[in-house]
C-alpha cells in the first residue's frame, strides 16, 4: 500500500484515443513517437515492456504476455471494451483533453469511456489557424475574442515545434503585429512566423493571466519533427521572466527536465509536467521523477500522461506514476527524508492538487478527495 | 560510521549568516533562489524536508518537526545560538567566504561563530567597481594592484551572472581595454561591459597563476537573474584551454556537472565544486554527487555549501555531503568497488585536502586531519 | 550468472593498443583523455579504481592491488601477455577497429591477440586527407572511389572534432564542393573546411548506404581538443532527418545520451553506442545505461569499448558492461519489469546483434551465438 495507490489523478494534459480497433503496425505506431514504426521492434522498449507489464492483465491475460497475445486479446475484447478498462484503471478525476491532436474523441467522450470529467485545453495555434478574417485587425481580434470566449481550461502552445522557445519577453509592437497578420492573411495554413507566433503567445498569456488559465508549452521530447534544442525550456527564460502574471506548465521537458525544475524553483509561476516521459521510460519513471524533485518546489510538478491514440498511455501514465513516485516515497519514508503524511501530501499535490489550484472552478473536487 | 564522519571540512565555497533573528517569510526567503517566497511553499521542497530533518534536532526538536515549531524554537533560542549550534554542528576547519553576498558577518565572525577559520573569497566583479580612478589607466593599475595586495584565499567572478561564460581565450588589446575602461569610468555602476570584464577575469586568472590562488566561476544553478544556458560551464572550454597556469574552480554547475566534470577530467587545472546543489538537493545529494564523479578525477572535486543568509544552508551542506557520500562510499565498498582506504582517502580530498592543495599555507591543518 | 555472462560479444568501435611495455607515466596517460598525465592521479578516478579491481586479477593480482604493483607485475608478464589475457578475458567475438588513431596493431594482429575476427573501421577524414589528386575532380572522384572499394565494416567521422556535428541536411552544390577541393589541394593538411568537410560525409552515407555499412559519427565525450557542446548529437538533426537511407551510429555520446537516446528513438536508422564511458565511468556503468534506455529502443543500442593503446579499456569495456548491465537486468527481472528471456535477448543483441544486423555478412555469428 503505496501513498499514491488512492489518489483520484488529475491528468492534466493527455489527447483522445482512436475509436477503432488497430492492425499491430498501427499498434507499433501508438508506442513511437518516430514517424516510422517498422525497424527497430517498438515493443522492445521500456514502454513496450511496460504495455505488456501493466496492461495486459487488464485485459485478463498474463503479466508479460507476448505482443502477439496481446494483440489477438485486445482485438477480442473490441477497442470500446479495452479503452473502458484500461481508462477507468488509470483512476483519473479529470481530463484535461488537448483537442488538437488525437481527436477521434472530445474531452466528453472520453471521460464518458474513462471515467471522471473531461475538459478542454485549447492549443492557440489552432485557434489562429481557425480563424479567417478580412482584415489583419479582424484576424487579431477574433483570435483574442476566441481564446477569451473558449471555455478551455487552460491554452496550450506547441511553439517548441515550430520556431522554437527563444520568444520575447515582450509582446511585439502593434505595427510589426499588424504586418504579420496582414502576411498570413496573404496565404498561411501553418503558423511559423515569429512575430505572429509571439503576439499569439502574449496574447494567450493575457487571456490567460485575466481568466485564471495556466498556458501550457511543448518542452522537450517530442516527435521526429521537433529540433530538441530549440525545445530545450530554459530558451522561455526570458518569457517566463517577463509574464509572472500567469501560470506556465512545462510539458515533458525530458531530456530538460533538470532545467525545467530550475526554472519552477525561481519563477513562482511555473510548474514541470512529467507526462509523456511517464509512461515512455516505464521502469525508469522513478529515475526521472526524482530527478525533477531535486530542485522543483513540490507544489509546481505536476502529473500528466500525455495519453494518446492508444489508452495504454494514458494507463500506463497513472500506473507508472502511482508505482514508481510509491516506491520512491516508500523508500524516502525509511530513509528517514520525510514522514508518511508529508509523502501522502505530495502524492497527492502532484497527482492532481497542484493542477487544480490553477483550474479554481475545479477546486471542489479537490477538496473532496483529501 | 561512515569514512566521511570525521573528515574536518574545508567550506571552500560560502557567504555570511544573518546576524538578526527572522519571520517565517524572510526564513522562506532563504531556502530558495527565486526572488519571491510566497507559492509556492518553499519548506515542501528537497531542502525545506532536509531543514526539518536535520536541524531540527540540533535545535533540540524531534526530526521533521513542522515548519512553525521549528521557527518558534529557532527564534527562542535566539540567531546567535542557533548559528553556533549549526555552524559548529558542520564541522568546517576552513570557511573560504565570498565577500560579495550576505555580508552581515565577515569570514572571521563567521569562523569566531562556527569555529574553524575564515578566508576572504574576493570578488573580482566588486574589486573593479569599487575602484576610483581619474584615467583608464590608472583604473586597470588599481585593480591589478588590489587584487595582488588581497589576502584573499582565492577569487571568484559572477561573469555567468553578467554576460555568461564564453569569455575569450585571449585577454583583449589594451587598447580595446584601455577604451572599454574609459567608458566604464564615465559612468559604470555594474559591469557588463564584455571587453573589461574580459580583461578583469585575465588579469584574475594572472594573478591567481603568480600568487598561488584559484579563480572561481559561478556555474550552472543559481537565482532568477540568471541565465542558465549562459552559465553553463563548457562555454568556458576556450578560456580553461588558455590559461592552464592558474587553478580553476567550477561552482555549483548543475544541472551541467557532467559537463563541469568533462572539464575536470581533460584539463588538469579544473576542479568541480559540489555547492548549493548538495544542500538544495537534499536527499538527492549521492546522485548528483555519483554522476559528478562518474569521470572527474578524485583529486579535481571539492566540498563547499554555498551557504548564505541562513546557517541552516551551511550546517546542511555538510551533514547531506556525509550523509549520502558516506553512503555512496559503503555501497561502493559493500560492491567491491573501492577499499575502505581508497574511500577514505577520496572522502577526505573532495571533503578538504583538495582545496588546501591550492592553498598552500594553509596545507599544515591538512596534515592535522590526517 | 547474469545474463549478460555469456554473450559473445562484438566490440563495434576499438582501436589497437600498445606493442611496448609502459612507463607509469605512459600508462597514467592512458586513462585519460586529457593530453597531461601529471596532477591530478589519473588512478583516483572511476576508471582507475576498474582497472585496480578488474584487471588485476587478471594479472593473478589480488583486487585492488596498488598502481606500483599493478604497473610491476604488467611489466613483468610483458605486453603481449597482458595484452592476450586481457583481451581473451573480454570475451569477443568481433572486433571492428577504427585504424585512424592507435595504430600499433592492425585490426587483424588485435584480433591475433584477443581472439575472435578483427575487421576495419574506416575513418573518412584520413582518406581524403591521404588522397593525393591533379584536380578537384579528380579528388572527389578518388575519394569516392577508395570508400566504394574499402574492405572496412563501418565508417567514421570526426567531424564533432572538427567543425563541430551541425552538418547541412542537404550535400553541398557541385560548384561550392569544387571549389572547396580546389582550396585543399593548394596545401590542406588536415580537414577542417566546412563544405568538403559536408561533401565527404554526404558521399560516405551515400556509399553507406549503397553498401550496406553504417557511419559512425564521434559525438560526445572525448579528448581536450574538444568543444563538447560541437559535440552534441542533437546538432545532427538535421543530417538525420534527412540522410534516412543510412544506419548511423553515434559513438560515446555522454553526457548527451539521453539526447542521442532520443534520435534513436525517431530515426530508425540512428543507433546509439555505449563506448568509452562504460569503461571511464567504472561502477557508475549501470547508470549510465539506464538512462540510455530510457528511450532507445533495444534494437538500437550497441556495446563498444572504444579501447586504445591499453589493452584495459577493451577488457574493462566487456566486463563492466556485462557486470553493471547484468546486475540492472537482474534487478529488473526481480521487480517483474521483464522476463528472463527478454533480458536474455536484450543483453545478445545490445551486446553484439544490433552491430551485426549492419554489417550482414557477418550475421552467421549471430546465429551461432544463440
Chains 1, 2, 3 share one sequence.
Not at 126 to 152: F, H, I, K, N, Y
Not at 177 to 202: K, N, S, Y
Not at 263 to 276: Q, R
Amino acid at each position: 500500500m503505496a501513498v499514491t495507490d488512492d489518489v483520484v489523478l488529475v491528468d492534466q494534459h493527455c489527447h483522445g484515443v482512436l475509436v477503432t480497433d488497430v492492425t499491430a503496425e498501427e499498434f507499433a505506431a501508438g508506442l513511437t513517437e518516430a514517424d516510422t514504426a517498422g525497424r527497430p521492434d517498438r515493443w522492445r522498449s521500456m514502454l513496450g515492456l511496460a504495455v505488456r507489464r501493466w496492461c495486459a492483465p487488464v485485459l485478463d491475460l498474463p503479466a508479460h504476455a507476448t505482443p502477439a497475445e496481446y494483440l489477438a486479446r485486445r482485438n477480442d475484447l473490441g477497442w470500446r471494451e479495452v479503452t473502458r478498462r484500461l481508462l477507468r484503471a488509470a483512476g483519473v478525476g479529470h481530463w484535461f483533453v488537448d483537442t488538437g491532436y488525437a481527436t477521434d474523441t472530445s474531452p466528453t467522450e472520453l471521460a464518458d469511456l474513462g471515467g471522471g470529467t473531461g475538459h478542454e485545453v485549447l492549443r492557440v495555434e489552432q485557434v489562429l489557424e481557425d480563424t479567417t478574417a478580412g482584415s489583419a485587425t479582424e484576424l487579431l481580434d477574433r483570435v483574442g475574442a476566441a481564446l477569451r470566449a473558449s471555455a478551455a481550461v487552460a491554452f496550450k502552445s506547441v511553439v517548441g515545434y515550430r520556431g522554437g522557445l527563444g520568444l520575447p519577453a515582450r509582446r511585439p509592437s502593434e505595427r510589426d503585429t499588424r504586418q504579420a497578420a496582414e502576411r498570413w492573411l496573404r496565404g498561411g495554413t501553418r503558423l511559423t512566423d515569429p512575430v505572429l507566433h509571439a503576439w499569439l503567445v502574449h496574447e494567450a498569456a493575457t487571456v490567460g493571466a485575466e481568466t485564471g488559465r495556466a498556458l501550457q508549452f511543448h518542452t522537450g521530447f517530442g516527435d521526429a519533427d521537433l529540433h530538441l534544442h530549440r525545445a530545450d525550456p530554459l530558451a522561455l527564460t526570458d518569457f517566463l521572466r517577463a509574464r509572472r502574471d500567469v501560470d506556465v506548465v512545462l510539458l515533458h521537458c525530458w531530456p530538460y527536465h533538470r532545467g525545467a525544475a530550475y526554472l519552477a524553483h525561481v519563477f513562482d509561476t511555473v510548474s514541470v509536467d512529467l507526462g509523456l516521459m511517464v509512461p515512455f521510460a516505464g521502469a525508469r519513471t522513478g529515475a526521472v521523477i526524482a530527478e525533477t524533485l531535486e530542485l522543483a518546489p513540490f507544489e509546481s510538478v505536476r502529473y500528466s500522461s500525455d495519453g494518446n491514440l492508444l489508452p495504454e498511455i494514458h494507463h500506463l501514465g497513472a500506473v507508472l506514476w502511482r508505482h514508481h513516485l510509491g516506491r520512491l516515497l516508500d523508500e524516502w519514508i525509511g530513509d528517514g527524508v520525510l514522514t508518511a503524511a508529508d509523502a501522502e501530501r505530495l502524492a497527492h499535490d502532484v497527482g492532481g492538487g497542484n493542477a487544480l489550484r490553477s483550474a479554481p472552478h475545479l477546486l471542489g473536487d479537490l477538496d473532496d478527495q483529501r
